[in-house]
């Protein structure tokens, strides 16, 4: 397939889509449109970014040059869609569009882009190290040979999974939102160990390659969470101690509101 690629947004999400796809030499430069929010991105973009790619901010000349391309990304935060005006270029067939802003619907992707096949994607930053996970839904409108390229993009830098769109709210709330929570407990049993002598920096490193030897263990030993849990766990001893403490403190049922309660936010940008 021959293209250019158009990017709305270029934020740390896009460029870990669109990297890898320049280092691997799948895509020059010159076939990466760009469009950013504002003349001081752009220029930063064009002085920092280590590829020489056409970018440009929304009031220049050469703003809807990046609606002439047959694929595009959708890459700006949910609440600037309204801003986004498609711009036909009468071509025969529609275009693609894939949208990463968290919890915009299908509908509303092809409500608001009727002359596009408009994909859902949601990534998490892990995907800036090439450890992402990705979840894709399809409009009717995407065959075969297209949902085989499109995944060929994320793949390089996550691992991809095709849900119904009903499970893409979910899938955000555990794969988008929670590092966020995994980065606060990191942080917390952090202040743990700065509270029992240890320094705020050695104690997250600690914790840091405790989750990474559990999180390990778990994956290659087939364990489930419940069994770890129960080899770590003696009578009368400190993890159960610990463990009778975060149940006292619904720190269980904290967690799985969490989840919902983001599930919930992203179903409201419907």
Known sequence: MKFK??????????????TPLLDKQLLRPDEII?????????????????????????????????WDC????????????????????????????ISILAGVSL???SKNFPMHNCIRVVTNIPITIGKGLTGISWSHGINDKNKIFIKSIFEKSSKVYEFPEEYLDIFLALTSSAPAIIA??????????????????????????????????????????????NM????????IAALRNLEKKGFRSALIESIIEAMNKSKEFH
């Open 70 to 97: 047959p694929l595009k990304i959708l890459a700006v935060k949910p609440q600037q869609l309204k801003n986004i005006q498609e711009i036909n270029f009468n071509r025969e067939d529609k275009d693609i569009l």
């Open 184 to 229: 606060l407990i990191i942080e917390s049993l952090g202040d743990g160990g700065l509270s029992g002598g240890l320094s705020k920096k050695l104690s997250e490193q600690l914790v840091i390659e405790m989750i990474l030897g559990t999180t390990l263990m778990l994956k290659d030993s087939n364990l489930s969470p419940s069994e770890l849990k």
């Open 232 to 239: 770590v766990t003696s009578p009368a001893g400190t993890t």
């Open 5 to 18: 690629l158009g990017v709305i947004g270029f934020g740390n999400i896009a460029k870990a889509i669109v």
């Open 107 to 109: 509908n509303k992707l």
């Open 34 to 66: 760009c469009l950013v929010n504002s003349k001081q991105s752009c220029d930063n973009l064009k002085l920092n970014y280590k590829y020489k790619i056409n970018i440009y901010h929304k009031n220049s000349s050469e703003k809807n040059l990046v």
